[in-house]
Structure formats: structure tokens, C-alpha cells
């Protein structure tokens, strides 16, 4: 160990105002008593109120969950470490992806200090990519089969090597240099099982990427998860193995029977049972690998679906279910709910989404008090509450693009609950080279979802000009056209997004010139120091 004396880990507590965690309380003394109201004003004999009712729910939950994990970001101290003294192999999982994606990142492995051996893993004998592994001078292992997926990969990659610590790369991240560099200290706590790095990717002109409010600064659907909730997890001891980039202690794989199977969701499924066994975790803000995000829609579909489906399977089916597995804190009880719940917020959103266009369409209404009423209390609740995430998400919320993307990944979430029937799933990789346009059936769901909610508010429309001025079709008609906003929004960029072409800047290099590109962009970020803040004793 560095030093030669065990520690503990010790964070810092990120520099706020301290109104930002306060508001908190506020925002309860508004939603608690409007939620109670919301319960009694319910109209059970419109099948529409009890639906809207329990979307508002979710809702609500959901927001206390967030803001709550949230009121305060943790930073891990900065360890320096003897690299010599830590023995680090690398295990890179692959499937079907082609040798021009998994070359790379074994490339980027190799030149990582401190690893002493990188390991290509197949589910199949690939020959290209076994003659790829030995020319660069990387171990290949194949173990012709595909049971359990990655998580079955990944542990027959454990069976061919005894270091102490492993350092998981998925088949197209590129790590930097300096990565264990800035990880490998703070595992002189002996009780620290994984150290996490964000999920970063470099192919930022992909469909996951806007520009924010003009500036320069790329927006990211992932960002809320690695720059505010995970962060937040730090003071919980609760933060997420998310599968690739990260360093695990081999020990601690050990005591849990290694990666977890049963679910798709390997990484979560492995941090929560290591949680529920004692060890603690570590998430390191700084990004020090570089991957491919998906660049189509059918990509984007099948992986958030593929999260949904393993998140809600862990939740639902599994004997490791947060709700039921014994040995996890309170905190990290409902961390890990609010992490697997979080993946029914497409049926929610789809209610909130088709309810306006429903409402006038059957000219019921969800409550028996007048709808003016509920209208101007709802957008109260709702206008409160976005606020609080746009101030919580600490710039990584954007009004327009966060609720666009929402939508877009209600469909996976929504086609995830029927997978939960089953119990044969078939794992398949992601395939991060698809061109921008590809076929698939989610576009035609999205127009339609688009159309339904403009042939609502365009019959809300049609009544107001023959007559019909009551709240009920006032209000529905404009919650409709804010509901239309958003998703056109993503169509509208979907459709331009398609006609673009393929930046093919990154496919001409050659693998080791991808490499050094990478390290020219980012590597001198990387170096930085973690953070300074004002030190906190975490939750």
C-alpha cells in the first residue's frame, strides 16, 4: 500500500451556497401539501383519473428522490500511488464488434502504466481478432459461448489472471495513460472494492449531442448521471460500477462470486451486491477513457432498453432486488431504488405525454374539481419542481433537449416491460459504428406519439373556434402544444441528423493514431487535480 499504512477514503464536499441544499426543504413544504390535495380530488369515475393520478405520483417520488440524493456532490481526495507496488491486468470484453473498434482500445490498454497484462476476451473464437491481440502483444481468451453475456466474459476472463486489481474496458474505450495513475491510490483503503471514472465519449457529433444555449460546450444526455448523481452517491457509499472504466479490487469480486449474472445489467448488479457485503466504492469525477456513443436511434433504442430491462429485472425478479437484499444501508436501499425505478419513468412520462390529447379527445376530465384549478396548480407544481432539477442538476439540465430526449427514451423503457416475462434473453452488444440512419420501428412510434399529441391540441382548437371556451380544453390544448414542443424538437433534429453524413474523420486513422489523438485531446485534462473543496464529513 502506499506509504505502507491503510486509510480511509476521504472526500470533499463541493462549494455551494448553502441555500442550494436548503431549498430542498422548501420545495417539500410546497409538493407535500400539494401532492395530499392532488389525492383528493381524484375523479374514479373517468378511467383517465386514476391513470393521472398515479403518473403524478411517480412523478413526485421520483423528484423527491433526485433532489434528495443530490442536496451535495463528494469528491474523492486525491491519492498519489506506487504503481510498482499493485499488480493490474486489463480485461476488454468483446462480442461481435468489428477489429477496428476493439484495436484501439487495446492499443490505448497497452500503454496504460502499470498494467501488466491486457486481456482480449471473446464469447467466440474470432480469429481476425486473435491475430489483432497477438501482434500487439495482448493476451486472447475465448470461451465459445455466450451464457450470461458480458458478466459470463468477464469471468472467464478472472480464470486467467491473479492480479490484484483489474481494470475493465469496454471493446471501444480508450484509456489514457495516467489512468491508474489518478485511481490506483485510493484503494490503500483495503474496504474500497471498485474506484468508478465517467462513461466519456469522443464522438460528440453523434444524435446524443447538442449545442447548449449557443455556447460551445456540448450538451449530453449522460452528463446529469456522471457530473450530478453520481457524485452525490459519493456521500452514500452508493456509487454505480457502470461496466467499463473502472479499477476493481480482485478480492472483492471474489467475495461476491464475481460479475454478476441474472440480469443484463452486470455493472449495477456487481456494485449492489458488493455494497450489501460491506465494501465501499469509490467515483473519481475526471474523465480518463474515451468511448464510442451511440450514433443512431436503433443503437440509442436498444441500449436504453437494454438498461431498462436489466434495471427493472434486478428491481422485480432478482433475489439481490434493493427492496429485498439484506446487508445495504438505508441510504443505498434507496439509492439503488431510485436507480431502478427510475427506468418506469417511460410509463410515466407517456401518460403525461398522451394525457392532453386524451382529455379533449374524451372530453373527460382526471379531477373533479374545476380543471382551471388543477390546470394552474399543476403548472405551479410543475414550473417548482423543474427549477429544482435545473438548479440541482448543476448545468446539466436543459429545458428543451433533457425533456426531448425523455421522450425519446420513453419507447425503450415502455418495450422493456414485456422482456420482464421472459426469462431467456439473448445478450447482443451495441454496435457503436452504425451509420446515422438505420430502419427501425422507434421513429415510426415517435411520429406518432407527435402526431396524436397535435391532433389533440388541434382538436382543442377546432372546439374553441366553434364555441367551447372552458378551461378544460384551454388548458389541455396548451399543455398539448408544450408537450408538441418537445418532441418535435427531437424529430425535427432526428430528421436533420439522418441527412448528415458519417464523420469519418477517426475512421482513416489507423489504430494507433486514433490513440494519440485521443491523448492530444484530453489527456492533459485528465492529469489535473481531482478537486478542492471544502472538506465534509459524507451522510
Same mark, same amino acid.
Given at each position: 500500500m502506499s506509504g505502507g499504512q491503510p486509510c480511509r477514503v476521504h472526500f470533499e464536499r463541493r462549494r455551494e451556497p448553502r441555500v442550494v441544499a436548503l431549498s430542498y426543504y422548501l420545495y417539500l413544504a410546497v409538493l407535500l401539501p400539494f401532492i395530499a390535495w392532488r389525492c383528493t380530488i381524484v375523479n374514479w369515475h373517468?378511467?383517465?383519473?386514476?391513470?393521472?393520478?398515479?403518473?403524478?405520483?411517480?412523478?413526485?417520488?421520483?423528484?423527491?428522490?433526485?433532489?434528495?440524493?443530490?442536496?451535495?456532490?463528494?469528491?474523492?481526495?486525491?491519492?498519489?500511488?506506487?504503481?510498482?507496488?499493485?499488480?493490474?491486468?486489463?480485461?476488454?470484453?468483446?462480442?461481435?464488434e468489428p477489429v477496428s473498434v476493439i484495436e484501439p482500445t487495446v492499443v490505448a490498454a497497452l500503454q496504460v502504466r502499470g498494467i501488466r497484462k491486457v486481456l482480449v476476451l471473446g464469447n467466440s473464437d474470432r480469429s481476425e481478432v486473435r491475430a489483432m491481440a497477438t501482434r500487439l502483444g495482448a493476451a486472447y481468451h475465448a470461451r465459445n459461448s455466450n451464457a450470461h453475456g458480458k458478466a459470463g466474459n468477464l469471468n472467464n476472463g478472472l480464470a486467467f489472471t491473479d492480479a490484484d486489481f483489474v481494470l475493465t474496458m469496454d471493446a471501444d474505450h480508450m484509456a489514457l495513460p495516467e489512468f491508474l495513475e489518478r485511481t490506483l491510490g485510493y484503494f490503500d483503503d483495503p474496504s474500497v472494492a471498485f474506484v468508478q471514472t465517467p462513461q466519456s465519449f469522443h464522438n460528440t457529433k453523434t444524435l446524443l449531442?447538442?449545442?447548449?444555449?449557443?455556447?460551445?460546450?456540448?450538451?449530453?444526455?449522460?452528463?446529469v448521471f456522471y457530473k450530478t448523481i453520481l457524485p452525490a452517491k459519493n456521500g452514500y457509499n452508493a456509487s454505480i460500477y457502470v461496466g467499463t472504466s473502472a479499477v476493481l479490487r480482485r478480492a472483492a469480486l471474489d467475495d461476491v462470486g464475481g460479475f454478476a449474472t441474472g440480469t443484463v445489467t452486470e455493472d449495477i448488479h456487481t456494485s449492489l451486491r458488493m455494497h450489501a457485503k460491506g465494501w465501499r466504492s469509490v467515483f473519481l469525477p475526471e474523465p480518463l477513457a474515451f468511448g464510442l456513443e451511440a450514433q443512431s436511434l436503433k443503437e440509442f433504442y436498444q441500449q436504453r432498453r437494454r438498461w431498462? /430491462?436489466?434495471? *427493472? +429485472?434486478? !428491481?422485480?425478479?432478482?433475489? =439481490?432486488?434493493?427492496?429485498?437484499?439484506?446487508?445495504?444501508?438505508? #441510504?443505498?436501499?434507496?439509492?439503488?431504488?431510485?436507480?431502478?425505478?427510475?427506468?418506469?419513468?417511460?410509463?410515466?412520462?407517456?401518460?403525461?405525454?398522451?394525457?392532453?390529447?386524451?382529455?379533449?379527445?374524451?372530453?373527460?376530465?382526471?379531477?373533479?374539481?374545476?380543471?382551471?384549478?388543477?390546470?394552474?396548480?399543476?403548472?405551479?407544481?410543475?414550473?417548482?419542481?423543474?427549477?429544482?432539477?435545473a438548479v440541482y442538476s448543476r448545468g446539466t439540465y436543459h429545458f428543451l433537449h433533457s425533456d426531448a430526449y425523455s421522450l425519446a427514451?420513453?419507447?425503450?423503457?415502455?418495450?422493456?416491460?414485456?422482456?420482464?416475462?421472459?426469462?431467456?434473453?439473448?445478450?447482443?452488444?451495441?454496435?457503436?459504428?452504425?451509420?446515422?440512419?438505420?430502419?427501425?420501428?422507434?421513429?415510426?412510434?415517435?411520429? /406518432?406519439?407527435? *402526431? +396524436?399529441? !397535435?391532433?389533440?391540441?388541434? =382538436?382543442?382548437?377546432?372546439?374553441?373556434?366553434?364555441?367551447?371556451? #372552458?378551461?378544460?380544453?384551454?388548458?389541455?390544448?396548451?399543455?398539448?402544444?408544450?408537450?408538441?414542443?418537445?418532441?418535435?424538437?427531437?424529430?425535427?433534429y432526428l430528421e436533420l441528423y439522418e441527412r448528415r453524413p458519417t464523420d469519418a474523420e477517426m475512421d482513416e486513422l489507423t489504430a494507433p493514431d486514433r490513440y494519440q489523438l485521443i491523448v492530444d485531446l484530453f489527456g492533459s485534462k485528465a492529469g489535473l487535480p481531482a478537486a478542492t473543496a471544502t472538506p465534509a464529513t459524507a451522510p
Open positions: 373517468a378511467w383517465l383519473g386514476p391513470l393521472a393520478l398515479a403518473a403524478d405520483l411517480f412523478a413526485a417520488m421520483m423528484f423527491i428522490f433526485f433532489l434528495g440524493f443530490t442536496r451535495y456532490l463528494y469528491v474523492p481526495v486525491h491519492r498519489p500511488t506506487d504503481l510498482s507496488a499493485r499488480v493490474v491486468d486489463c480485461l476488454i470484453p468483446t462480442h461481435t449531442f447538442r449545442r447548449a444555449y449557443g455556447k460551445q460546450a456540448k450538451w449530453s444526455e449522460s452528463n431498462a /430491462l436489466g434495471a *427493472l +429485472t434486478l !428491481l422485480l425478479r432478482s433475489s =439481490d432486488s434493493p427492496v429485498r437484499r439484506r446487508g445495504l444501508t438505508l #441510504s443505498q436501499r434507496l439509492s439503488y431504488l431510485d436507480s431502478t425505478l427510475s427506468h418506469l419513468g417511460g410509463v410515466q412520462r407517456l401518460i403525461h405525454f398522451l394525457l392532453p390529447a386524451l382529455t379533449i379527445f374524451a372530453m373527460a376530465s382526471p379531477v373533479k374539481v374545476p380543471f382551471a384549478i388543477y390546470g394552474l396548480a399543476f403548472v405551479g407544481y410543475f414550473v417548482v419542481s423543474f427549477t429544482m432539477v427514451n420513453l419507447v425503450a423503457q415502455v418495450s422493456a416491460l414485456p422482456g420482464l416475462l421472459r426469462r431467456a434473453r439473448r445478450h447482443s452488444a451495441a454496435r457503436k459504428d452504425a451509420p446515422h440512419r438505420e430502419r427501425t420501428l422507434v421513429k415510426a412510434v415517435l411520429w /406518432l406519439l407527435g *402526431l +396524436t399529441s !397535435l391532433a389533440g391540441v388541434g =382538436d382543442g382548437l377546432d372546439l374553441f373556434a366553434s364555441g367551447n371556451h #372552458s378551461w378544460l380544453v384551454i388548458m389541455a390544448s396548451l399543455w398539448g402544444a408544450v408537450n408538441s414542443v418537445w418532441m418535435w424538437w427531437i424529430l425535427g
